[in-house]
């Protein structure tokens, strides 16, 4: 795995998130309102929706197509909904935010 650098924690509002684009897909990296930093693949198993463009809530964000619920933690969906994203390794040293890839990192967004 390597690790990438990818902005700092102030680049995402609090209870918001930002996309990466890698070569293993599109990446959504959340803030909680409590600055912590997850990330999981940007596309819900439902119906593909943006991740990344929906609302985030404790530790865990609304799909903005259906309202499916996912853990930023496991990536699971939550309460009656079944299906799961990936979750991505993410470090944040001195403010900075990484992520641990399998290749290079492509561009972010």
Request: charged share 15%.
């Given at each position: 795995m390597n690790w990438h650098e990818i902005g700092i924690i102030e680049d995402i509002p609090a209870r918001g998130a930002r996309c990466?684009?890698?070569?293993?897909?599109?990446?959504?990296?959340?803030?909680?309102?409590?600055?912590?930093?997850?990330?999981?693949?940007?596309?819900?198993?439902?119906?593909?929706?943006p991740l990344s463009q929906g609302i985030v809530h404790g530790a865990s964000v609304t799909c903005p197509l259906h309202n499916w619920?996912?853990?930023?933690e496991t990536g699971k969906a939550l309460g009656a909904d079944e299906g799961a994203v990936k979750t991505i390794p993410v470090r944040v040293i001195d403010g900075c935010i990484?992520?641990?890839l399998e290749s290079?990192?492509?561009?972010?967004e």
């Open positions: 990466v684009t890698t070569p293993q897909g599109r990446i959504g990296v959340f803030r909680t309102a409590e600055n912590e930093i997850y990330a999981i693949e940007d596309h819900c198993p439902h119906r593909g929706g619920v996912f853990s930023l990484l992520l641990g290079t990192l492509m561009a972010a």
